[in-house]
């Protein structure tokens, strides 16, 4: 198996931001619309196979016995998409907040350039998550009687009761929860797609980006394209249930984003680009600069 030194990865790694930020806006966002839909693809494994292991109240309650195994299981099933994404040459906006400054540091690229990416793949992400939130909610999430009245499955039971953990955080302390979640996933992430540089193979690739991945689901860190899919999911979903008493008013288009999504999002960038970027052509700068 060839994998590459620190310093390779590290200057690959700018290589990578260099290409991103080149492409036009409109192949930013289809890449973008490809991987929101992978993650989405895992978001939804990991709901499907977690259903039944834990408790499905809003707040995700459960027996101390089943906690750490139920984690587990998501945190086993979700590296699927980020995967695909990595393999198939996809855009992953978690991804882009280390890759696109690590361009600008090593490359010069312009900063404006390394913002339109984030921009337009940010879009694109959050399309492909919602089109697979709205397949998801209209296919395992809800059976159809013969007369198309819809009624919601125990897998559309777990997709709402995670869409109502998603938009849990209120009050200052709650927003900042969620932005240190934003800043553990993403740092996470980005070491996987170091990781997923440092091999050539695919095997190593998958085995290195499947670890760091695991860790930040199974830990319940916050990961802002993921949500994009769970929360819309939650909302798609929710609305299959005729009783007004069981529908859960929290998980709506304006918590997603107050509630999740902003805070989220700015910690994602942090672990990112301060956490992983930064950090790393700090250490590596002066080899970096010898490879030239």
């Given amino acids: ?51 039944g292991i834990m408790a499905t109240d809003p ?26 994404t990595v393999l198939t040459g996809a855009e992953l906006f978690t991804g882009d907040a280390m890759l696109a400054p690590m361009a600008a540091f090593i490359h010069k690229v312009s900063w404006a350039q390394v913002i339109n990416l984030w921009i337009f793949v940010y879009i694109g992400n959050l399309i492909g998550s919602v089109v ?64 997923g540089i440092c091999a050539d193979d695919a095997a190593g690739k998958f085995f290195g980006i499947w670890f760091p991945i ?9 990961h ?12 798609f979903t929710q609305g299959f249930i005729t009783d007004p008493t069981k529908i859960n008013a929290s998980i709506n288009w304006v918590s997603m984003w107050t509630s999740n999504l902003i805070p989220v999002t700015i910690g994602n960038i942090v672990g990112g680009m301060f956490f992983v970027g930064v950090i790393y052509w700090v250490a590596f700068r002066k080899e970096i600069a010898a490879l030239k």
């Fill in 224 to 235: 802002s394209v993921a949500n994009m899919y769970f929360i819309p999911a939650g909302i």
């Fill in 1 to 51: 198996m060839v994998f590459h030194p620190p310093v390779a990865i590290t200057a690959k790694a700018g290589d990578a931001g260099k290409y991103k930020v080149g492409l036009p806006a409109w192949n930013m966002v289809l890449r973008g619309f490809m991987s929101g839909a992978y993650i989405a693809m895992g978001g939804a494994l990991a709901t499907v196979c977690s259903t």
């Fill in 214 to 222: 695991m860790a930040f689901v199974s830990s319940g860190f916050e």
């Fill in 132 to 195: 697979w939130a709205y397949i998801c909610a209209n296919g395992p999430y809800v059976a159809f009687d013969a007369a198309g009245v819809g009624t919601v499955s125990a897998f559309g039971t777990r997709a709402i009761a995670i869409a109502a953990a998603k938009v849990s955080y209120v009050g200052m302390m709650g927003m900042w929860s969620a932005f240190l979640k934003g800043i553990a996933c993403n740092w996470l992430v980005n070491l996987a797609i170091l990781l």
């Fill in 59 to 84: 707040l995700l309650r459960y027996g101390t016995a089943s906690a750490g195994f139920a984690q587990l299981i998501l945190g086993a099933v979700f590296p699927v998409g980020l995967i695909i």
